[in-house]
Every structure is written in C-alpha cells, then in structure tokens.
C-alpha cells in the first residue's frame, strides 16, 4: 500500500491532499501520539495561526465514490495547520492524527453517553485515559468520523465518574 500522500497547492490558496487509501483504512495511532496532538492543535489555535483551507480526497473503496472533506472553518483550520506544522500531513499517520482528533471533537458534540469520559473546565478540557485509547484505535467510518457505539465498545463499563475521578492532567 501506497505511504505517501500526493500534495498540491490550488489556485485559490487551497491545499489539496490526495490520499492512497479511503479513511476507514487509515491507520491507529498511539494515544500518547493522539494527547500531543490535541495540545498542539490548541496551541494553534490560541496562537490564532488559522492556515488555508484544505481539500481531502481519499481514494475510492469498492463501488463507493471517493470521499471528498473540505477543511475550510477557521477553528478546525487552526487546528489541522497545527498538526501539519508537528507531524505533517503529507504522511498516512499525521493525517489520521488530524482527522482522529477532529473526529473526537465531533462525536464529544453529539454523543451525550461519552459526557463521562470528559470534563470541560474554565482551566482546559480532560479527557480520560480510556478514551484517547478508544480513539486512537477505532477506525473512522467512510466519513471520517467516529461511530459512536464502536467508540462506547472500547471503553470501560464504569464510567470515570463512578470509578474515581478522571486523569489529573489538563489539558487546555
């Protein structure tokens, strides 16, 4: 399988990556990689460094059409500029970093059954250990998202809350 990742810059300023494989073969990565990930991608963002929008075409998987994903809102800009400064994105695993991390942003939005898995504080956000392991190991769906109930799958019985407390470490 193809490593790299075909870069060009557009016209209009754009960056437009081509991506050998569809999202849902892209590869795990280490939670540890992950948390440095998501302290990167804030400090980006704190930084205001919101970077050009990005264009992401991921080869076609069966019958299905390529997935197309444009990265245009200034936050998730900030933050995948970020990345690509620290792991880069012209590389399968930078790549999954970033759409890892957007992805957990997402589904921490929209699935209230993980609310016990993390805190937001005026100091930062916490997320538990168990988590960043759950989302640095499930695949992404063929939208680069995270299905919900495979995520709910890798975590613990126990929610946090109930077992203690959640890691001591903040992150802002």
């Known amino acids: 399988m193809p490593r790299s990742i075909s870069v060009a810059h557009t016209a209009t300023g754009a960056i437009a990556y081509l991506v050998p494989v569809p999202p849902e073969r892209l590869p795990a990565v280490s939670p540890g990689d992950l948390l440095r990930a998501w302290n990167v991608a804030r400090h980006g963002a704190v930084e ?77 956000v916490d997320l538990h250990p168990s988590l960043l392991a759950a989302a640095a190991a499930s695949p992404l769906d063929p939208a680069a998202r995270f299905d919900e109930a495979v995520l709910m799958e890798r975590l613990p019985f126990r929610v946090p809350h109930e077992a203690g407390a959640l890691s001591p470490t903040r992150h802002p």
């Open 48 to 124: 205001r460094r919101w970077g050009a929008p990005r264009f992401l075409r991921f080869a076609q998987q069966g019958e299905r059409e390529p997935t197309e994903i444009a990265i245009a809102d200034p936050d998730a800009g900030a933050w995948t500029e970020a990345i690509d400064r620290v792991f880069g994105l012209e590389n399968l695993m930078g790549l999954s970093l970033c759409l890892r991390l957007l992805a957990l942003i997402e589904v921490l939005t929209r699935a209230a059954r993980l609310e016990p898995f993390f805190d937001v504080t005026p100091a930062g």
